[in-house]
């Protein structure tokens, strides 16, 4: 007999995931464990995109997607979720109706919050497993740090070029982010927006970290847990590293973890958008909920055009700056002279003028 609920597959499904419930890998029991997954993307651009939309495809049951930022055009060559009409839009918003229509049975958990050490426990908690869509090096300590606390298992990838890179973090089992690159500097990582981006190689990483990811909610034993991935599509090279755990690492061995100075605010300089124009991500450390009225109030008498109001954020824009905020407080400025000009239009669209940030 075939039922609804959680312990069985309805027809619909059946037929739905037919060729996949066929697969040795996957099976009708493995279907069910799909459905009644939930699993954490953070970051729905280029390596998000592919990653969410297949998840949702495949029938799981709860996806909570995260990213910070809204929808620019040089997004779309690589960002096919998304089209000409959602440019300026909030990405996890866009992204959630999209996914919705793929898969109408996949509850989409949609945040619109940047990742940093003080969000990324809010963000994890609950999943069975966490995957990487990231383009920051923080962010990616957080997460792995908040995975590591949790002990959630954290796919992690990254592309730029025509290379990319994918392994599994097994918390206290295998190596964590921090074992593998306890050194990695934000400022000196190569970027898509200064080096370019091949979308196929988006894909192919993306559709690897699924795989590693079904691997997980399937209770078998990640490929990648050993070992990170390298490849290069220009040469069709896959090769692979073997990693190995630091007993000393200050996450997930006995090392000493070092207390940072919390600040009101949290300033990442971004590569330049607009033909260069200097960009940076403002994340308040502790989230509130945006005045939506109030900010549009404030950036109309400030002469900005306000250009998409959603339910998630905002996005308003002058001839010299624009500036998108999320609805629990952090922002993305483009066009200030320097960081003291991004915070200070920051609290002066917020109407608050005691937020600081170490600048």
Request: proline content about 3%.
């Given at each position: ?138 962010a990616r300590y957080a997460l792995n740090k908040a995975c590591v606390k ?210």
């Amino acid at each position: 007999a075939v039922a609804g609920g959680s312990g069985e597959l309805t027809k619909k499904e059946l037929d739905k995931f037919s060729r996949q419930v066929m697969l040795e890998e996957i099976g009708y029991t493995g279907q069910l464990k799909l459905k009644n997954a939930k699993i954490c993307v953070v970051g729905t651009g280029g390596l998000g995109n592919p990653i969410t939309s297949r998840l949702a495809a495949m029938g799981v049951g709860t996806l909570r997607i995260v990213d910070r930022d809204v929808i620019e055009l040089s997004n779309l060559h690589r960002q096919t979720m998304f089209d000409e009409d959602d440019v300026g839009q909030v990405k996890v918003e866009v992204a959630a109706k999209k996914l919705q229509k793929l898969n109408p049975d996949c509850k989409i958990e949609a945040l619109a919050i940047s990742v940093n050490e003080y969000t990324a426990l809010e963000v994890v908690e609950g999943c069975d497993v966490v995957v990487d869509a990231l383009d920051s090096v923080n962010a990616r300590y957080a997460l792995n740090k908040a995975c590591v606390k949790f002990g959630i298992p954290f796919v992690t990838g990254a592309a730029v070029g025509v290379s990319g890179q994918v392994f599994t973090i097994l918390p206290k089992t295998s190596a964590c982010y921090f074992c593998m690159f306890p050194d990695l500097n934000e400022d000196t990582m190569p970027t898509c927006s200064i080096e370019g981006v091949h979308p196929s190689i988006l894909s192919i990483v993306g559709g690897i970290e699924v795989a590693e990811a079904v691997k997980v909610i399937m209770g078998k034993k990640p490929s990648l847990s050993d070992k990170i991935l390298h490849i290069d599509i220009e040469n069709l090279d896959f090769t692979t590293t073997r990693t190995f755990r630091a007993e000393e690492c200050p996450v997930c061995g006995s090392g000493k973890q070092e207390e940072s100075v919390k600040e009101d605010l949290i300033l990442e300089e971004l590569c330049g958008r607009n033909r260069g124009k200097r960009t940076f991500s403002i994340t308040p450390t502790s989230t509130f909920d945006l005045d939506v009225g109030r900010v549009t109030d404030i950036a109309k008498q400030k002469g900005f055009l306000v250009e998409n109001q959603g339910e998630l954020g905002l996005s308003m824009r002058t001839n010299e700056m624009s500036v998108s905020f999320m609805k629990k407080g952090s922002a993305v400025v483009v066009g200030p002279k320097d960081e003291q000009e991004a915070v200070s239009l920051y609290n002066e669209l917020l109407g608050k003028k005691t937020l600081s940030a170490n600048l």
